[in-house]
């Protein structure tokens, strides 16, 4: 009995430190993600590409043109352009992220439909149904040439209705 205990406690310390470096890890890339996309997206960082291009072409003469005077930068800008996806792709997810839960937020605190919470997490063809159905509404909004606001409570149609069918007929 006291070698289980002594195992789950030695397992609950090692999964503390495990979750506790992932977090290190995770805060460290936030920070780092949010510098580099913030001062590579400035006009620094595009005037100093600039001039490595201008550098690098006015040595073209001096190298002779060679192969390793275009695989130089051939394999900076590669380099460069693989690391930037990445650091771009998570400052971009969180930016969504945060809009997501803005926008939510909005929703959930005014009078509007709050059906439309968490919408991001439908599939594709689920968010090209509702499109439609705004899409409809939108021309009943002009054709009745009020400045009205529709939802989709007084719409009197049920898009979750719709959204169920297509889930079904996705999972068969």
């Known amino acids: ?3 289980t205990k002594l195992k789950e406690t030695s397992s609950n310390k090692s999964g503390k ?6 977090n290190v890890l995770s805060h460290f890339f936030n920070h780092f993600s949010s510098y ?19 550098i690098w072409a006015a040595t073209g ?3 002779k043109f060679s192969d390793t005077w275009q695989l130089v930068i051939n394999t900076g800008t590669t380099i460069v352009t693989f690391l930037m996806v990445f650091v771009i792709q998570h400052s971009q997810n969180k930016d969504t992220i945060a809009l997501q839960l803005k926008l939510n937020e909005l929703i959930a605190a005014s ?3 709050n059906k ?8 594709d063809e689920e968010l090209e149904k509702i499109r439609h159905f705004y899409s409809a509404l939108s021309d ?3 054709k009745e040439k009020e400045n009205k ?5 007084e719409s009197g149609l049920e898009i979750e209705e719709n959204i169920d069918e297509i889930k079904k007929t996705n999972k068969k």
């Open 1 to 3: 009995m006291k070698n």
């Open 17 to 22: 430190a495990e979750v506790e470096r992932k």
């Open 36 to 54: 580099v996309t913030k001062v590579t997206g400035g006009v620094y960082a595009f005037i100093i590409a600039i001039a490595i291009v201008i």
């Open 61 to 63: 003469p001096l190298f």
């Open 111 to 113: 009078k509007a439909s």
């Open 116 to 123: 439309l919470i968490s919408i991001e997490n439908l599939t």
């Open 140 to 142: 009943i909004t002009k």
């Open 149 to 153: 606001v529709h939802s989709i409570e």
